[in-house]
């Protein structure tokens, strides 16, 4: 027996509601999810809001939001009554077969605001975080709109930053079990075995922006926990090789220090339910002379694979003191004159 929502509702009293009526309230249990796990991805991805009232759910925000999360939540609740049950896969498939056809697509900028609920602004635990200019405004719809997204420009433009925002978003909201964030360790290169400590001890100089960025996001007692049980990992990019990543979201900073070889072997980790972002910045490339970076190889191959989005930043982006910028506008203007 389907749903009644899927024929046409009696119009609520609340113009800007939506209610849909589900007759198995066993089966509504696991549509919500774990303490309406699922539903609160469902808010966050499609930008409504979703109140329980019996066997009843009311899908409350704008018309084609709510058509969007009524059409998620009537697949998932099929699939229920299948015998299927709801994986974490599962969820983020429906939400994707949910969207929009491509001729009905907003732009990436719109997008975000249905994702977050709020204009360009992400929700993490310590504060919310919203992107200042155009191109990260366009960066961060495009890392909720694409499973691979490549974040290329100068040094504190918020490439790291917001990547790392998006993903402490989508874990508290359910969309992902997990954030791996990771870097290459070329500086330390073989000099690693006569470094003091253990090996976490030795990498962890290299990988320190990746943790001040999550303890801008997270209360330091629930960002230890979730570090305990490997909900949030901090790895070198060597480390990623053999594994797969399914249901997170995986962050490669400081990408241009891959090589060609490291990278085809990062992004073939990408596992099902999983977001990844590549970070980066050509102009600093610590590479050894005459070794290819594999940030500018990914860029030349995977242009215009579907699933694959591109954003730059300039100097107009940055974010952090205003001489960063007119260093950086200093360094391309001499950079050009001597080109």
């Not at 000099?191 to 960025?213: H, N, S, T």
Request: hydrophobic share 40%; proline share 6%; with cysteine.
């Amino acid at each position: 027996m389907g749903i009644s929502a899927l024929t046409p509702p009696t119009p609520p009293q609340n113009s800007n509601e939506t209610l849909l009526e589900f007759p198995d309230n066993r089966l509504l249990i696991d549509l919500c999810g774990e303490y309406d796990r699922n539903l609160s991805q469902i808010e966050h991805q499609t930008g409504v809001n979703i109140l329980r009232r019996g066997n009843r759910l009311a899908v409350l925000g704008e018309l084609s939001a709510r058509d969007y999360a009524a059409s998620v939540l009537t697949a998932l609740y099929a699939r229920l009554e299948a015998g299927k049950g709801i994986e974490a896969g599962d969820l983020d498939g429906a939400i994707r077969m949910g969207r929009p056809m491509p001729d009905r697509a907003l732009p990436a900028v719109e997008q975000i605001e249905m994702f977050s609920g709020e204009r360009y602004e992400l929700r993490t635990r310590k504060k919310p975080v919203e992107p200042r200019t155009a191109a990260q405004k366009a960066y961060v719809g495009n890392l909720f709109d694409n499973d691979l997204g490549f974040g290329i420009g100068p040094a504190g433009t918020g490439k790291t930053y917001l990547a790392v925002a998006v993903g402490v978003t989508m874990l508290l909201a359910g969309a992902v079990d997990k954030i791996i964030l990771s870097r290459p360790a070329v500086e330390a290169g073989e000099r690693l075995g006569f470094l003091p400590g253990d090996m976490k001890e030795k990498i962890d100089p290299y990988m320190q922006p990746l943790y001040d960025a999550l303890n801008d996001f997270l209360p330091q007692k629930q960002l230890a926990k979730l570090m305990e049980d490997k909900r949030i990992e901090i790895a070198p990019l060597a480390f990623m090789r053999g594994r797969t990543l399914s249901n997170a979201f995986v962050v490669l900073d400081e990408a241009q220090n891959a090589t060609t070889m490291q990278m085809k072997m990062f992004l073939t980790r990408l596992g099902e339910g999983s977001r990844m972002v590549i970070t980066g910045d050509r102009t600093q490339i610590d590479l050894p002379r005459g070794t290819a970076s594999g940030l500018a190889d990914a860029e030349r191959i995977l242009k215009g694979v579907k699933g694959v989005s591109f954003n730059y930043f300039t100097s107009k982006d940055v974010v952090r003191h205003p001489l960063v910028a007119r260093i950086i506008e200093a360094y391309e203007a001499h950079d050009g004159a001597s080109g």
